[in-house]
């Protein structure tokens, strides 16, 4: 675990706790299964996934950390998010939620009123989008990319609009890390770990070495 009295913020997204595809597919990135051996050991490699992030977890971040999750705790389903909501509540840090699409307290979901107390017993907050300031700098948090994945269609209107503002985001389940102003934190992208806030401020840092003129002008919004 951190170490005590050492508070710091992190960044993850699409932990998909108990989701057996998702699983199946780090797993094998991992060198844990090959493809044709998947279908006989769904409940090996889940519970390995599932240990695995807790462990990464629990070891880097402390109690009195805080953690902003993307979005997609879970597979979705009404089981799936409580049992992945149980999983978080056991994890240390506070915790701060940015709802994606597999997660029923996102407005996109017609019952999301019903979700929100639910996630509320394990998360701080619980919002579609939300802003921080790095380094004076204006960085958006959001489930989505600015841009939608080799021209997938869905979520459009649940999309931030690209105004040049630095985004984290989740959603993509790929292992790139920044594109042009975007960073995504996904722990596909990871290693399966969290994001320290201090890489967070490298990644600011190379934007503002690349791009000057577009950092003062970002610098100056509230």
Known sequence: MG???NVKTWFTSDLHIGHTLVAHH???EAGICAPWEAPEIDAFV???HDRT????WDGMIGANDLVWVLGDISAGGSRAQREALDWLAARPGRKRLIAGNHDGCHPMHRDSHKWQPEYLRVFETVQSAGRI???GVNVLLSHFPYEADRGEPRYRQWRLPDQGEL???GHTHSAK?????ELHVGVDAWNLKPVAMQTIEQHVTEMTTHLPDHWTALKGTT
């Open 3 to 5: 170490r005590p009295g």
């Open 26 to 28: 780090r797993a094998m």
């Open 177 to 181: 890390r920044a594109n042009r102003h």
């Open 46 to 48: 889940t519970a390995w």
């Open 167 to 169: 985004l984290l985001h």
């Open 133 to 135: 300031r790095v380094q």
């Open 53 to 56: 992030l807790a462990a990464l």
